[in-house]
C-alpha cells in the first residue's frame, strides 16, 4: 500500500522528475507544434509473448500491452524511411496493474542502423502509472530535437527486479513542419494557410 507522500509524487507530471526519476501523468499532452511520427516507421521488438507482440504498441488501447520474453535488455526498435527530427519519446506504463513487469530503468539510443546506435539518455522510473515524457533534446538548449534514421528504447531493468517487461503504448513526436516553406511565419488556421501565399 503506498502512503499519502507516494499517492502525491505519483500526480506528478512526467515532465517534472522527482530527484531525477520520472513519474507518470493521467493525460498525454504535448505541445500543438509536435506531431506523432511513427506511424509509417517499421516496429520490432527483441522478444514477445504470443499475443503480446508488437501491434499492442500501437493499437491505441490502454488495456493491451507489449510483453517481452528473453532476457534483459528487452528492446524496441523504430526504424524509418527517411531521416526525421524527433523531440519526445512517450511511453504508457502502469506499475499498479504489472508490478514487477514495469521498466525503472531505460535507454534511448538512436543512429543510422542497428551497426552504430548511440545512446542519448538513460532515465528511470519511480512506480510510474501513466503517460511518461522522455525529451530527446541535448543539454544545449539550441538542441532541442535528434535527426535520426532510427530510435531503439531499451528496458535495462524493471521494479522489483522483475524479468520480463509490460509496455502498453508508445508514440514519438517530432516538429510539425511548417505549412508554408519558406515562411518564417508559422501560420496554424486553415483561413491563414489560404490567404498565405499568391495563387
Known sequence: MESDGDE?????????????R????PE?????????????????????????????LRDDNL?????????????VNIQFQKKVQLQLVVLYVDFKLDESYTPSKISIRAGDGFHNLKEIKTVELAKPVGWVHISLSGADPRETFIH???????????????????????KIFGPRPNPVPHQPFHFI????ITYSTIR
Open 148 to 170: 535520426t534514421f532510427m530510435l531503439q528504447i531499451a528496458v535495462l531493468a524493471n521494479h522489483l527486479n522483475g524479468r520480463d517487461t509490460h509496455i502498453r503504448q508508445i
Open 28 to 56: 498525454l499532452t504535448v505541445d500543438a507544434d509536435m506531431r506523432e511520427m511513427a506511424k509509417t516507421a517499421a516496429w520490432s521488438v527483441s522478444s514477445c509473448k504470443a499475443g503480446n507482440g508488437v501491434a499492442a
Open 22 to 25: 520520472l513519474k507518470g501523468s
Open 189 to 192: 488556421s486553415r483561413e491563414f
Open 63 to 75: 488495456d493491451t500491452h507489449w510483453q517481452s520474453d528473453g532476457a534483459q535488455p528487452h528492446l
Open 8 to 20: 502525491e509524487a505519483a500526480a506528478t507530471p512526467a515532465a517534472a522528475p522527482a530527484a531525477g
